[in-house]
């Protein structure tokens, strides 16, 4: 039996040579972003363990003394705490709101849905210097004065639509058949919510409380616009202090922030992951 000869043409080495070098030259370009991108946090975490203070790489010594002044700062701490307040009652009205307009959106018809999703969509895309600005207009006009209704509103407005986004993803791959199954088996639509389809839906609402939380923990813009007196956030408080002077305790609770923040989002990329392999 002949032998298949494979015949190899120079262009076709040229281009197998080209395409590694291509490779090449694109995964070096995103080491390097994520390397740009990253390389400011990964120096304030370590300045949070410098003994000298400073925000200087590389570090002078190994040290957890600023995280002990700053469980002894008291208006770090408050600050801390209404933050946490603020965003976990942001979550909770993000998430119920959210779940109740997906219920809805998930009911019509496919032309009127895309249209109120775009509509809600909306914010998404308004700066938030914007925003703020017309939330403020918005309070003085109606009577309310600026504090923490004010803030808790403008932070579920600001998280609602991603909140929304994620909900809507679990509605998407929701089975209708075992709620109509459900219901001819005599379960009120009530109880059908609650023992069929909120079982189904809740990662999706886990993903998009914790989205939420991590929205509001951080946002910076919206509350500077819309905080009064004796509401003050965290990212408010860092605001004041590093105007002049960036304080070791600064570093300390920055990266505890980062902590939080990056954890949840973490956790809200899992549980999207796991959402869309338990649908597919």
């Known amino acids: 039996m002949a032998k298949r000869v494979m015949i190899v043409w120079p262009w076709q080495t040229g281009a197998r040579w080209i395409a590694q070098i291509t490779r090449f030259v694109l995964s070096a370009v995103t080491v390097l972003v994520y390397g740009y991108l990253f390389a400011p946090i990964v120096v304030v975490v370590i300045a949070s363990f410098n003994t000298s203070g400073l925000t200087a790489f590389p570090p002078t010594g190994f040290t957890l003394a600023w995280y002990q002044e700053l469980m002894r700062d008291g208006d770090l701490l408050r600050a801390l705490r209404t933050s946490l307040i603020i965003a976990v009652v942001t979550a909770a009205l993000t998430v119920t709101l959210a779940t109740l307009t ?68 679990s509605f998407s791959g929701l089975d209708r058949r075992l709620e109509e199954a459900s219901q001819d088996l005599g379960a009120t639509p009530w109880r059908t919510f609650w023992r069929i389809t909120f079982p189904l839906i809740l990662p999706g609402l886990i993903a998009g409380s914790l989205l939420a939380f991590t929205l509001s923990f951080d946002e910076f813009v919206l509350t500077f616009f819309v905080t009064g007196g004796g509401v003050i956030t965290l990212p408010l408080e860092i605001y004041s202090r590093i105007r002049f002077l960036i304080s070791p305790v600064i570093n300390a609770i920055a990266a505890l922030v980062l902590l939080i923040s990056m954890g949840f989002a973490l956790i809200v990329q899992v549980l999207v992951l796991w959402r869309g392999r338990n649908t597919s």
């Not at 997906?102 to 019509?108: D, E, K, Q, V, W």
């Not at 109606?142 to 994620?166: D, E, K, M």
């Open 102 to 169: 997906a219920l809805g959106l998930s009911r019509l018809p496919a032309w009127w849905r895309r249209l109120l999703q775009t509509a809600f969509y909306l914010p998404i895309v308004v700066p938030g210097i914007v925003l703020g600005i017309a939330l403020v207009f918005w309070f003085k006009r109606i009577g309310i004065p600026l504090g923490f209704f004010s803030v808790l509103v403008a932070h579920t407005v600001h998280a609602f639509p991603y909140s929304l986004a994620i909900i809507l993803t």
